[in-house]
């Protein structure tokens, strides 16, 4: 049967959460169709080392020129059955797909965006719930078709102690608290990228305790994150493949961060955060009481 073929908007930030919460969507769309993705130069990094992608054509963020050019030409060269537009808030984007392509699926956004109304295939962007719900409703089906069957027999709890902002980590000593706890009973494993040299340097000195994951490619740490028993991690990227895939996880914010969007409240999750802006408040017996809590719950 040939593949229909499908023209795809993400959203445009440049963000590892952000792109990583729309995967699902792609996954669940990918399989009878050929996908046509038009992506920011900084925005799609992900689809192209993950490779869920069939076709990847770029454009500059905020060249409209460069944008009508590239939609132009991907209508000149495909019959383009469907098109999907993430980009909720972008009136010319919305309008210019609207005016090319007869069936169109976007986001109600009438306080910016009047022309989504439109769209004749319209969904609603829930504000109050973690954005990958939203993302994955477009594909008419639901995130928790997602969730992959726990790991029962994966033994190794790892800690994720990254974050775009330092007042969003929560202190590497913390962790090494509640790894030495958690290696009583299970192997621990820390994975950060290369650029976190102070954490690195520290954690190095327990390299014959726990393993140490740096710099993994996207593959191999969506690979290793869906094999833990248990997450424990800052408000960071990495920790929305354990959100997406319905991992068992800890989630620790601080306060002052909106974590509506980027937390997926489910039976497998535990959020914990700060009462300040200083996450070190949160009390590390607490982590631990969810750790013992979270993997009894999984275990039944």
Not at 265 to 279: A, H, P, R, V, Y
Request: positive net charge; charged residues 25%.
């Amino acid at each position: 049967m040939k593949k229909e073929i499908i023209l795809v908007i993400p959203h445009n930030k440049p963000f590892l959460g952000n792109q990583v919460c729309q995967i699902p969507f792609f996954d669940n769309i990918k399989k009878d169709n050929y996908i046509v993705s038009l992506v920011t130069k900084k925005s799609g990094f992900v689809s192209k080392e993950l490779k869920y992608i069939n076709e990847l054509i770029e454009y500059e963020n905020g060249d409209f020129v460069d944008f009508f050019l590239k939609i132009i030409a991907i209508k000149k060269k495909y019959k383009v059955k469907k098109v999907y537009n993430f980009r909720r808030n972008s009136i010319d984007i919305t309008l210019l797909i609207q005016i090319l392509f007869k069936d169109t699926y976007g986001y109600k956004s009438i306080k910016k965006n009047i022309f989504s109304v439109f769209y004749k295939n319209k969904f609603e962007f829930d504000l109050a719930n973690y954005i990958g719900l939203s993302y994955t409703n477009m594909s008419g089906k639901e995130l928790k078709d997602s969730y992959i069957n726990l790991n029962s027999e994966g033994n190794e709890i790892l800690i994720i102690p990254g974050g775009s902002s330092e007042f969003k980590k929560y202190p590497i000593e913390k962790y090494l608290e509640i790894a030495k706890y958690c290696n009583a009973k299970y192997k621990v494993g820390f994975t950060l990228g290369n650029d976190m040299k102070d954490e690195i340097i520290k954690l190095k000195q327990y390299k014959e305790i726990y393993n140490l994951y740096i710099g993994l490619e996207l593959e191999d740490l969506r690979t290793k994150i869906k094999e833990s028993k248990l997450v424990i991690a800052n408000d960071c990227g990495p920790s929305h493949f354990a959100h997406i895939y319905d991992i068992p996880r800890i989630s620790l914010f601080v306060s002052g961060v909106t974590h509506k969007h980027w937390f997926n409240q489910s039976q497998n999750s535990i959020l914990l955060k700060s009462n300040s802006e200083d996450i070190s408040e949160i009390d590390v017996n607490t982590v631990k009481d969810s750790v013992d809590k979270l993997i009894t719950q999984t275990k039944s």
